[in-house]
Each structure stands twice: as C-alpha cells, then as structure tokens.
C-alpha cells in the first residue's frame, strides 16, 4: 500500500467523518427537538407502543439479508453487476416474503401485543416502510464503497425532515400513534425517491450461485451477528412489551433513547466511515493500529463533554418545562443507559476494526455472549425487582466490554490509554463550572448561555491542550488564517 493511497483514503475518512458528523447534527437537533415537543404533546403509553411496533419491525428486518451487502462493502476488488444483481434478488425474495405473511397477519400480531386500531395501523405502516427501504440498499453500498458519505447524507436529512414534520403535525391535530404511522410512509417515499436521484442504480434480477457462495464467507458470520444484536436488543423490547405495560417500555424506550443521543450523533458515524475505509486499510496493521486509535481519541474528544452535559443538565430542563415532569420515572435508567453507552462508544470502533480485519468469528463469539448474559439478567431482574432494574442489566453487562480489546491485541498493537488522557482532563475541567452554575439554569435562556459558555471553555481546552492532535483533521477550507 503506497502513500498516496494511504493519504486519499485518509482525506476520504475525514471528509466523511465531517460530513456524516454535519449530516448527524442536523438530524440530531432536528430529532431531539421534535422528540423533545412529542414528549409534551403525546403521552408515555403512545411511545411505548411506538416502540414495541418499531422493534417488531426491526426484528424482521434482520431476516431480510443474509449479510451479502456488508460483504460487498468488505471486500478488496470492485463488486461486479452480477454481485450487484445477485445481492439485490436475494434480498428482496427475502423481504417480499416477510412482508407478505407479516401484512397477511398483521392482526394476529396487534392482537397479542394488546395495540388497538393505531397501532395495528402504525405496524402496517412501517412494513410498507420498511419495503421502500430495502430498495434503497444497492444505491447505498455503492455511496459507501467510494466512501462517498457527503452525497449519503442528503436522502438521510430529507427523511428525518419529512418523518418529524409529519408527526408533529398530526400529533398536533390530535391523531396520537396514527402521527408515527404517517410520518414513516412519508419518510419511506421520500428517501427511496432521493438515493435513486443521487446514486443511480438499474434495478435488475438474476440469481449467480457462485456469487452467493464467495460472498457468505464474511456474509453469514456478519449477519450473525446483526441477528443476535437484535435478539440481545430488540426481541427484549418486544418481550418487555409483552410482559409490561406500554407506560413502563415507554419510559425505558425514551431513557434509551436520550441516553444514545451522542452515540448517535458520534460513535455512528466514526463506525460508518471506518468499517469501509478500515477493510481498504487491513493490507497494512501498522496503519489500521493508529487509525484506530485517533478513532478513540475523536470519541472520547465528543463523547465525554456530552454525556456530561446530558447527565447534569436532565433534571434542570425537567424543571423549566413542567410537561416534562412525566418522564422523571425514567431519569434513574437514563443515568445508567448513560454510562453504559459510554462503555459502548469506545468497545465498538474495536469490533468494527476485527470485521475489517476479517475476523468475524471472533466479534461473533462476543455477541453471543452479551446477548446470553442479557436474557439471563434482565427477565431476573424485570420479574424480581421491577421495569427500572432493565438499565442496570445493561450497566452490568457493559463492563464486558473489555473483551474486544483483549481479542485484538493478538493481530493489531494500539495504545488505548493514551488518546483518552487529554480529553478526559479537558472534560473535568469543563465538568466543575458546569456543576458549579447549573442551580441558576432556571429557564431556557440561562441554559442556553450556559450550554454556549461550557461549549467555549472546551473549544479553548482543545486548542490549548490538543491543538496537534486535532488541527491535521480539520479541512483546510475550515481552519482560519
């Protein structure tokens, strides 16, 4: 691998790290504030049916694929049409049939999880959704192969622009749960509608077994693993669902939820970017072990000062917006989702660097083993305790996430400690003024002022203790002469 190869994936990684970052602020304001009004407009049963059906929904989806796309991601060589075609045909043979028999019986299922005619209308709905989804997998694995992210990012905002704008509409008009259903058809016609625009694909069928054969190597171990991350995540909604009132999966699904923000808005996109851009760099580990770890490094960077504004900051804003009283049930399992996803940013660049590596087996191990320890701690803890128990099954399970790091010392040499030091100390020092002045957040614009002053005083941490480590990083076209 020559230098200049090295230095264009490297210039892709950060444009793509910049603007799925861009991208994911956006999407993250624009879906925090229209989560933040539902939560005053619509009540915590309405989410939590919301998300019992979103978890059915993607329950299904995980039978969809058997882990063909991610191999074309993986792979070294430029995917051939017959790849392309064969991937696309086994998917949607695949989807089809789901969609069939869970529309034929749609109403069996809204009649054991006990959801009235909304929900029964927001489970049919988000199965149309999810077919114009999968229509849109092609077009996408193109965009990622070229780690073209910039052009990625478009059909992404218009859908969260179109899916909120819906639901906050019809929630204001009064139509409760019908609001998510209408909301996730828009989102499906518009984003199918904007990737074929971006990322032209001609839509063909045919069936090369040998294609199918090369590409399940790394396919079917991949897919293993997305399918137990659904079994560990969410068959537990749709069992807590079962077993809980909606209220109670209400309150876990919005702590969860609130909680994932900044992995959301970060440690996804770091994951998005590196997972193709480390299988172009798996030639050479030498490489791989420092792009992993400047990896850590811009997590911590992000994640740290947000974990700690979202802890302190909860409470305050519950208090300003009374409405908001109704979610303080659940401020016990943010705090622990909180940390547990702390735990998760910094294990999962590393599982996403052994599937770059190829060694899935091994990843696959892992989540068998988190998805065992998940269904032996929480149904205990749900049955003996009670619904506010789940975060701490997660918290538990959570420390388990030094395993990959212990797996990958065999085939990659990274330090870890290293590039958490400087943004853990930036973080606490940031940390004690916060604290300090949170008493006098009393209304909006006080938490505002506050919110900007804190974001000055890291920017100014950054410069002063990190400038080095960050400014190489930064587009040219971005840096102030």
């Known amino acids: ?148 992210f910039q052009k990625l990012v478009i059909p992404q905002i218009l859908e969260t622009g179109v899916f909120y704008s819906v639901i906050i509409l019809s929630a204001v008009k009064g139509f409760g749960v019908y609001s998510f259903a209408w909301g996730a058809l828009g989102r499906g016609v518009v984003g199918l509608i904007a990737i074929y625009i971006i990322s032209p694909w001609k839509i063909s069928l045919g069936l090369s077994f040998g294609v199918v054969k090369r590409l399940l190597v790394f396919g079917v171990p991949f897919q293993m693993n997305s399918l137990l991350a659904l079994v560990k995540d969410d068959l537990m909604t749709i069992f807590l669902g079962k077993i809980l009132p909606f209220a109670q999966v209400g309150y876990i699904g919005w702590a969860k939820r609130w909680a994932e923000i900044p992995l959301r808005l970060i440690m996804d996109n770091v994951i998005r970017v590196t997972f193709p851009a ?103 803890l749900v049955f003996t305790v009670g619904w506010n128990v789940v975060p701490v099954a997660a918290f538990i399970i959570g420390f388990t996430s030094f395993m990959p790091f212990i797996i990958i010392r065999k085939y990659l040499q990274f330090r870890l400690i290293k590039p958490l030091i400087k943004p853990a100390f930036s973080t606490l020092i940031i940390g004690i003024p916060l604290w300090l002045f949170s008493s006098f957040a009393i209304n909006i614009i006080s938490v505002v002022i506050l919110l900007v002053c804190t974001g000055i005083l890291y920017l100014l941490c950054i410069f002063i203790l990190m400038k080095e480590e960050v400014l190489p990083y930064i587009p040219k076209k971005y840096i102030l002469r």
């Open 1 to 148: 691998m020559d230098d200049g190869y090295f230095l264009q994936v490297k210039n892709k990684i950060i444009a793509g790290v910049f603007a799925l970052t861009a991208r994911t602020f956006i999407l993250q304001i624009i879906a925090s504030v229209s989560t933040f009004i539902l939560a005053i407009l619509l009540t915590p049963e309405i989410f939590g049916i919301y998300y019992v059906v979103t978890s059915i929904i993607s329950f299904l989806s995980y039978f969809s694929d058997i882990g063909l796309a991610a191999a074309l991601i993986q792979k070294k060589e430029e995917p051939t049409r017959d790849e392309l075609v064969t991937t696309f045909t086994i998917q949607q043979i695949l989807i089809g049939t789901i969609v069939g028999l869970t529309l034929y019986n749609s109403t069996h299922i809204a009649v054991f999880f006990k959801l009235n005619s909304g929900g029964l209308f927001l489970l049919q709905s988000l199965i149309i959704s999810f077919f114009l989804s999968s229509l849109k997998t092609i077009p996408s694995v193109l965009l990622e192969r070229k780690l073209d």
């Open 278 to 380: 480390y299988s172009r760099l798996s030639d050479n580990k030498e490489i791989l072990g420092k792009a992993l770890e400047k990896s850590i490094f811009f997590i911590s960077l992000l994640v740290f000062p947000a974990y700690l504004i979202l802890i302190m900051m909860i409470i305050p804003m519950m208090h300003i917006i009374p409405r908001l009283l109704q979610w303080e049930p659940a401020v016990f399992s943010f705090y622990l989702f909180s940390l547990t996803s702390i735990m998760a940013a910094f294990s999962s660049p590393v599982v996403n660097a052994l599937n770059a590596l190829g060694y899935i087996k091994s990843t696959l191990v892992l989540m068998v083993i988190w998805t065992i320890l998940t269904w032996i701690l929480v149904p205990i």
